[in-house]
Structures are given as C-alpha cells and as structure tokens.
C-alpha cells in the first residue's frame, strides 16, 4: 500500500454516506473516503452477518467494537476482539472471510 498525495485530512466518519452490502447472511454498512488506489473505511456488521466471497486483496483492519471471526480458505481461524488487528498482504495464499455473531465496527485501511 502507498499512500497517495493528500493535504493533511481530518475525517468526520458520520458525516460519510454509508452504502450497503449485503452478505451471504446479514449486511455490512461501509462509509469510504477514496483517495486514488487507497481505499480508507469504517465498516459495521449486523449481528449474524457472513460474508458471500473469499477476499484477496490486503487489508490492514482494527476491530473497534464487537467481535469478528476471520477464516481463512486454509481453514485457520481467528477471533479478533476490540483492540486487536490483522494485516494481510495482497500476495500470497491468505484469502479470507469474515462472519460475526454479535455484530462488529471495523477500520479498514486498503
């Protein structure tokens, strides 16, 4: 990831439009500030919520609240509580769904 060229930019993440995205089960709300390839987001699962793909492309994510579980398609998984992170590159064989029984809010720099 290279961040891009930008002024100095603070983000009022409610002022951000949220756009659905439903899962295999559930939804995920996204609000994203696009800043050419980087993509900058606060995400909230509903409660039940699966996702409907296998993602490839790298993260870097921070559970903020709620818990989220996060598989891989090698079948390895992890809970991830308030505070923690994971980091993912785009490269490599780590593709990986996420799902939350109780709902989760997400920070997510890709």
């Known amino acids: ?57 790298g993260h870097v994510l921070l559970v903020l609240d709620g818990e989220l579980e996060t598989e891989l398609r090698d079948g390895r998984r992890f809970t991830l509580k308030p505070g923690h992170s994971y980091q993912v590159s785009d490269f490599g064989d780590a593709a990986h769904r996420s799902s939350t029984r109780t709902g989760a809010r997400l920070f997510i720099v890709d």
């Open 1 to 57: 990831m290279k961040i891009p060229t930008l002024p100095f930019t603070v983000t009022d993440w409610d002022a951000v439009p949220a756009t659905t995205h439903p899962g295999q089960t559930g939804q995920a709300l996204w609000r994203t500030l696009q800043i050419g390839d980087l993509r900058v987001r606060m995400v909230e699962y509903s409660p039940g919520y699966l996702a409907d793909h296998w993602c490839d492309r």
